[in-house]
């Protein structure tokens, strides 16, 4: 299945990236190749087949809901680009 | 023995260096080191390390040497080692190979880091890879290609390249990395040295920075199965702070390992003699398979995995997807790189443009794809369904057979560039490895001779938890032909 040009910038909106016009016409080409591979998949009968999400069947691991201690507010803001005091500092959200 | 140094004891396994640390004939400092001076002198050609970090080696070191002089060591105590820079390390830079963690220092250790820690080992530095883990060669780093010990123009196989590359140098004698569809084995089939995927749910994954939760694993590489063993069972164990990780007991890796090949039941699924396999390999996996049949083991060419060759498009459209949601937090707000715009998601948008490569990327986008609307049900909850397909077969298999063994990839190393502008072409590479980490199970690559003077690897898939079973074959293998003996010419000090 190819995708087009519309689709890939479609994409890029919904994973927030931004792409060069170059970019697009490289991953439509890429993107298209890729896809095409998957449809191998197609001709396999998975009717009444249950999906696997994961190989190892755990379910609802639980803890006991605890208070524990955290790391300080001084590690949790050390790796951000940029912070204000006690805040991590952005543009505004809403103009 | 006489006249060792601690060069040539570096040149041994670490079990090998844990006998010469506990009768005094080196130091763990002195070990530490060697292996820093090697690493070093080695970078310039191999490019294995993002980070080397000599002050806490040597720390670690200088520790390492009071618990031996009190006589409370642990195995690894003393033994110098590598970590893929993809597991978070305390106060150290820990980048993915990406430049959207260029600057990230873990404010934690990662689980499997804590527990080296505890056991005493000595991190040397942060090993090379491809950004965040996605790829098969290691040139997709943002910090450079790593080269192949066996030949500096090819790639060492990835995504773990750096830590299959410098156990291979002789740099340190393990490695940590990490297996998603085949980069831990891989590339320690192209380097030449023994590589573990760890059954999913074995080892714990807190702290590893994640790309496709459902199928990775941390797992160790080594240069014989007697080390893979202290390594595994060092890393192994339930962690609370994995909701995924296996409450099962680890046992001792290292008991079964005299245990030869006699009786067990070999499976050689013709699915993964794929089409376009070189011959070199195909002949080398051939007389593998001729020495476990001599030695004992049944070996049975009828067993058949028929769905197996879905189990590339299913990987690629499962890892993508999981990759797609865990690489969404990164935003540029709490950590990472930001870009400066004019609004808000301009910035966001542009430090996500800026901050990761192609490869990374092109698998965001592939992911998004296969879950958005109208696509999710064709393709992420069809691949999903294929993958119980596969699970089904693997499960069949070793019902009746302990071990399946198969070439661990169609091709020896390949040159750098090579493969680098088609992904698809990279993609097929792991055509052998990938089913396995869609099932769960845990494999193992180990040498098994050369193709055109590169070497070629023996992929070992066990049942669910086997582990010890994969690690008693690989030593009465090794023991038996002697193919992990074999160093390049680039190995230890002595290069030209």
């Known amino acids: 299945m190819a995708l087009s040009e519309a689709e890939v910038r479609h994409l890029a909106r919904l994973a927030r990236v931004s792409v060069s016009d170059e970019e697009v016409a490289r991953l439509q080409a890429q993107l298209s190749t890729i896809l095409e591979h998957f449809e191998l998949l197609n001709a396999i009968d998975t009717e009444g087949v249950p999906p696997t999400a994961q190989s190892f069947d755990l379910a609802n691991v639980e803890r006991e809901d605890a208070s524990r201690p955290s790391p300080s507010r001084e590690e949790m803001l050390s790796n951000a680009p940029k912070t204000d005091g006690p805040y991590v500092r952005v543009r505004a959200v809403l103009e | ?496």
């Open chain 2, 1 to 496: 023995m006489a006249n060792e140094t601690p060069e040539s004891i570096l040149d041994l396994t670490a079990h090998e260096q844990a006998t010469h640390l506990r009768s005094g004939a080196v130091t763990a400092r002195a070990l530490a080191e060697s292996a820093l001076a090697r690493v070093q002198a080695q970078e310039a050609s191999l490019n294995a390390y993002i980070s080397v970090n000599e002050a806490e080696a040597l720390a670690q070191a200088d520790a390492a040497d009071a618990r031996l002089r009190a006589g409370n060591a642990a195995p690894l105590t003393g033994i110098p080692i590598g970590v893929k820079d993809l597991l978070s390390t305390k106060g150290v830079a820990t980048t993915a190979a990406s430049n959207m963690l260029r600057n990230f220092t873990p404010i934690i250790d990662c689980t499997v880091v804590a527990k080296l820690r505890e056991a005493g080992a000595v991190f040397v530095g942060k090993t090379n890879l491809d950004e965040f883990a996605m790829g098969s060669s290691t040139e997709h780093s943002a910090f450079g290609a790593t080269h192949n010990p066996w030949a500096l123009d090819r790639v060492p196989g990835g995504s773990s390249g750096g830590s299959a590359a410098t156990v291979a140098a002789g740099g340190v004698p393990l490695s940590l990395g990490t297996d998603t569809g085949g980069s831990i084995r891989q590339p320690a089939a192209l380097c030449g040295v023994v590589g573990l995927k760890p059954t999913y749910g074995r080892v714990s994954r807190f702290g590893v920075i994640a790309f496709a939760s459902s199928l990775e694993q941390v797992g160790p590489f080594a240069r014989d199965a007697e080390d893979a063993a202290l390594l595994l069972g060092a890393i192994a164990g339930h962690d609370p702070n994995d909701a995924t990780s296996a409450p099962v007991p680890v046992p001792d890796y290292t008991a079964d390992l005299s245990k030869g090949l006699d009786g067990l039941r070999v499976g050689v699924p013709h699915e993964f003699f794929v089409e376009g396999m070189e011959p070199g390999v195909r002949e080398a996996v051939e007389q593998a398979i001729a020495v476990f049949e001599a030695n004992g083991a049944i070996v049975d060419r009828d067993v058949t995995l028929p769905s197996v060759p879905a189990a590339l498009p299913v990987y690629y459209i499962i890892a993508p997807s999981e990759a797609s949601a865990n690489l969404a937090r990164y935003d540029g707000v709490k950590y990472g790189f930001r870009a400066e715009a004019d609004s808000m998601w301009a910035e966001m948008e542009q430090s996500r443009g800026r901050g990761f490569g192609a490869e990374v990327k092109r698998r965001i986008f592939l992911g998004t794809y296969a879950l958005s609307a109208g696509y999710y049900d064709a393709y992420y909850l069809k691949a999903q369904k294929v993958r119980t397909l596969i699970r089904r077969e693997f499960a069949a298999a070793f019902a009746s057979h302990d071990l399946l063994l198969t070439p661990c990839s169609p091709n020896v190393a390949f040159r750098l560039g090579e493969k680098l502008d088609d992904p698809l072409a990279m993609y097929l590479n792991d055509l052998c490895t990938i089913p396995v980490n869609i099932a769960g199970n845990p494999a193992m690559s180990i040498p098994c001779g050369f193709s055109e003077g590169l070497p070629v690897g023996l992929q070992l898939i066990g049942d669910m938890f086997s582990e010890s079973t994969l690690l008693r074959a690989a030593s009465a293998y090794g023991a038996l032909t002697g193919w992990q003996e074999r160093r390049p010419a680039f190995f230890g000090d002595a290069r030209g």
